[in-house]
């Protein structure tokens, strides 16, 4: 029997949250991802002599092979990129733009009212993402860092229970599209739970990156194949538009939080949101309030419905329109939007509440990968196809889909996100970086429109409330994914008592059980000193992996 001093020991932080993981510590690296398989790759590469930024790019292409549902090399990536040795971080766009014949005349002319099919489909960005990260930051060459992605392709991998589920439930979507069945069943069906899958056109994809860089994707075979689908669908993709397609590097923006820089990838995406969010969240004294308390959550739905309100009104490409960033996040206009939080009730309309385009963005299918290596770097990179394995739409012998990242314009004149030729979509994938003295966190939490919001939540649950990073993700979260009204998901980690409060302000609670995909899921990293720490969240089949001591191979 434990002994009388066993009995009083404090409880854990944790068990106020949740009972969960605990985070991974080593004095080596750590790669955090949404599925085992992944982050061993980039623990593997770590052990070879890579760093941050070779392990993430080796984590997400096996991602983008074991849960082509999630991502894929036909699909868009960001990136924010900190150097220990320098103390800066770095931030990368990879997301596509669309064609240059495509406009909004030519929707329009199709009497659709939303961006769909062939015109959803806007350039990949991952594999010129991989290549400008790897030739700035990396130290191993390409065919290194694919050799795992080809592998698994080729030789097949176990279906992950997640995976499997999800697999077959979008899977359905496209089960008559030309290509898709034949690419993502086996034998006539979908695979099941712990049924070797394997993917040999995917194989041969990765070995011409692998062999030629990003001209392997976007000349050659692959890119005709994808231009050649475009035109049989009728789409306007051209050779040109692929071929002189660039990423682009891009200075963080960012805010102070409580003494934390919390720092996140500018327009065209919604980091933003999350940003204007703390910055009216640090009017308030949430440490006071509690956690999970109803005055808490209270102040940072109201907080959420006013951030989003703002990222509708301004954020498009800022190539095509002014975002005036710099005055978004002064202090002076937190002030002005947390004044407008009534601390009683709740707020059921805020505007604008309303674009076309924006409330008919898919929940989005994203992987996030934070990877830090012994040296202290950090690489949060976060990648998507974002619909259910994107478009769905196959390119003749490439074993992957192609986005439909289209779908998040606008067709509104109006606003800053209208499409228009060779643009940018507004983005939802956003990595998230805070860093406060020796300690620096890498971080991402997936899931659509939700990022931006769960973002915040997890910040002020380390800052706020004290967790560590585990505990910052286990945490019981809210989503609200509409802009009108004062409908709210609460996961029910959240105490009744707190929900009881939310509805008598006014509020439209919805009580959400564990793992509810509307709240998406994360991982973390953290350097601070010579220890490292890993977390990942067990609302998905994600693993934080520790770099091994010494390199084993066979």
């Known amino acids: 029997m434990p002994g009388a001093a066993s009995q009083t020991l404090p409880l854990r932080a944790a068990s106020l949250v949740t009972v969960g993981r605990s985070r991974v510590a080593t004095q080596l690296g750590i790669v955090a991802a949404a599925q085992p398989l992944a982050a061993q790759a980039g623990a593997q590469v770590l052990a070879r002599g890579g760093n941050a930024v070779d392990a993430a790019i080796a984590t997400n292409a096996v991602t983008g092979v074991v849960e082509p549902f999630m991502n894929g090399i036909g699909g868009d990536l960001n990136a924010l990129i900190y150097i220990s040795k320098t103390g ?12 240059a014949a495509l406009t909004l005349e030519h929707i329009k002319s199709q009497r659709e009212q939303q961006i769909v099919g062939i015109d ?59 290509g898709f069945a034949q690419t993502y069943q086996n034998a006539g069906r979908w695979p099941g739970a712990g049924e070797v899958f394997r993917n040999p056109n995917l194989a041969s994809s990765l070995r011409l990156i692998a062999a030629r860089g990003p ?18 669908l009728g789409g306007l993709m051209s050779a040109q538009d692929l071929r002189e397609y660039t990423p682009e590097w891009v200075e963080p923006i960012s805010i102070n939080y409580r003494g934390w820089t919390v720092s996140e990838l500018p327009p065209n995406t919604q980091g933003i949101a999350a940003l204007i969010m703390l910055g009216i969240m640090e009017r308030f ?24 309100a703002e990222m509708l009104r301004y954020v498009g490409d800022p190539r095509f329109s002014d975002v005036p960033t710099e005055r978004l996040l002064s202090r002076e206009h937190a002030d002005g939007l947390a004044r407008r939080i009534d601390l009683t009730r709740a707020n059921c309309h805020v505007e604008p509440s309303h674009l076309s385009g924006f409330s008919n963005i898919p929940s989005g299918e994203t992987t996030y990968v934070a990877a830090i290596d012994r040296d202290g770097n950090i690489a949060s990179l976060i990648q998507s196809l974002f619909g259910h394995f994107g478009s769905g739409l196959i390119p003749a012998g490439t074993g992957f889909a192609l986005q439909n990242r289209g779908v998040a314009f606008s067709l509104s004149e109006q606003s800053p996100n209208v499409l228009a030729p060779r643009k940018r979509p507004f983005h939802t994938i ?18 659509g ?5 769960a973002q915040a939540q997890f910040v002020a649950n380390v800052v706020d409330y004290g967790m560590d990073i585990q505990q910052a993700l286990e945490a019981g979260r809210f989503a609200k994914l509409t802009f009108e009204g004062c409908d709210v998901d609460v996961e029910i980690l959240v105490p009744e008592k707190t929900r009881s409060e939310l509805v008598s302000m006014g509020h439209q609670v919805r009580v959400q059980p564990l793992r509810s995909e509307l709240f998406g899921f994360g991982h973390a990293v953290m350097g601070s ?26």
């Open 88 to 99: 800066r971080l770095y931030g990368l766009n990879a997301t596509g733009w669309t064609p």
């Open 120 to 178: 959803a489909v806007t350039v990949p960005g991952a594999v010129a993402g991989w290549e400008a990260l790897r030739s700035r930051f990396g130290r191993l060459p390409m065919d290194v860092l694919l050799a795992a992605a080809i592998h698994y392709a080729e030789h097949g991998f176990p279906v992950s229970d997640e995976m499997a589920y999800w697999w077959a439930h979008a899977g359905e979507l496209f089960a008559n599209t030309p």
């Open 215 to 232: 001209a392997g994707f976007y000349e050659g075979a692959i890119a005709s194949a994808i231009v050649a689908l475009s035109r049989q």
């Open 285 to 308: 004294d949430l440490s006071k309030k509690g956690f999970h308390s109803p005055e808490a959550l209270h102040i940072m739905i109201e907080a959420k419905k006013l951030a989003y």
């Open 430 to 447: 956003i990595p998230g970086f805070m860093q406060k003295g020796r300690a620096q966190i890498g971080f991402g939490i997936m899931r």
């Open 449 to 453: 429109l939700n990022q931006a919001q």
């Open 529 to 554: 000193g010579a220890v490292h720490f890993g977390a990942s969240e067990p609302r998905w089949d994600g693993a934080a992996i520790p770099e091994p001591t010494g390199l084993l191979s066979r």
